[in-house]
């Protein structure tokens, strides 16, 4: 079974940066992209950033230039840099491992991220 752990969410004012971190345990079988995705109260999931193993990126437009998104296959871990944060940032934040060709997908638990003055 595959577990995937997230770190690095917290309460920060606007403008400063935090770094999450995702940590994935179990097998996972091909090849595989990892990704972050938001929940904010009384919205849908969206996607913030992904990397393919091959270390293409994809980001959503409201991060663009903020966010950084990166990967150690070795470590089996995917980081999301975010800078200059704003409170429209402020959400539940939920690792994605996707198999590629596949349609499964494992999700962490979410870390709440509030940005606030």
């Known amino acids: 079974q595959v577990q995937l752990v997230e770190s690095g969410g917290g309460l920060v004012q606007p403008g400063v940066s935090l770094r999450l971190s995702c940590a994935a345990s179990?097998?996972?079988?091909?090849?595989?992209?990892m990704g972050w995705y938001r929940q904010a109260p009384g919205k849908q999931r969206e996607l913030v950033a992904s990397i393919t193993s091959g270390g293409s990126t994809n980001y959503a437009d409201s991060v663009k230039g903020r966010f950084t998104i990166s990967r150690d296959n070795a470590k089996r871990t995917v980081y999301l840099q975010m800078n200059s944060l704003k409170p429209e940032d402020t959400a539940v934040y939920y690792c994605?491992?996707?198999?590629?060709?596949?349609?499964?997908?494992?999700w962490g638990q979410g870390t709440q991220v509030t940005v606030s003055s």
């Open positions: 179990g097998s996972i079988f091909g090849i595989y992209a």
């Open positions: 994605n491992v996707h198999i590629t060709g596949t349609l499964r997908d494992y």
